[in-house]
């Protein structure tokens, strides 16, 4: 059984964590059995330094659908979105394509959207230096 994955989730709330867990469990972990498509990896070099650009989200969402698509071309049996995916406009077309290609589809959010106090987590805790103030907009928007 093919399978598809679209994570949700506040920056910090262990997504990309939750992504490797999940592969772990399902194909052992096992690198050929499965791709992570998250559109954060376009803005990290080489050296794996992490550089936001507002300018290039766009075109590295296109890159990240294109990726995502591919992998179900070549029938990777396990293929995880791992973004934020505030509001559902943000994954449908990936539904759309898991679906036309054959995929079982599920959608988990991952961690406490609305709790005050996990946004603080969060915001000491994601990696690319979100802050407070931009996580609570973005669970105020946060579309179920």
């Known amino acids: 059984m093919k399978q598809a994955f679209i994570l949700r989730g506040l920056p910090g709330s262990g997504k990309t964590h939750y992504a490797h867990t999940l592969a772990d469990e ?3 972990g096992d690198e050929s ?5 998250s559109t ?3 803005f990290t070099d080489e050296q794996g330094h992490y550089e936001f ?5 766009p075109q ?4 990240n659908i294109a990726r995502f698509i591919n992998a179900m071309a070549e ?3 396990l293929v995880i979105l ?3 995916n505030i509001k559902k406009w943000e994954f449908i077309a990936y539904v759309s394509a898991a679906h036309a290609m054959g995929y079982q589809v599920k959608e988990v959010i991952v961690g406490e959207v609305k709790d005050k106090s996990m946004q603080h987590l969060y915001a000491k805790r994601n990696q690319h230096g979100v802050a407070l103030k931009t996580i609570s907009k973005m669970a105020h928007m946060f579309e179920w």
Request: glycine share 4%; net charge neutral; with cysteine.
């Open 53 to 57: 650009n507002k300018a290039k989200l």
């Open 33 to 37: 059995r499965y791709t992570i498509c």
């Open 26 to 28: 399902l194909v052992s």
């Open 40 to 42: 954060d990896d376009y």
């Open 75 to 77: 029938g990777m049996p």
């Open 82 to 84: 791992d973004n934020t």
């Open 60 to 63: 590295f969402h296109n890159l």
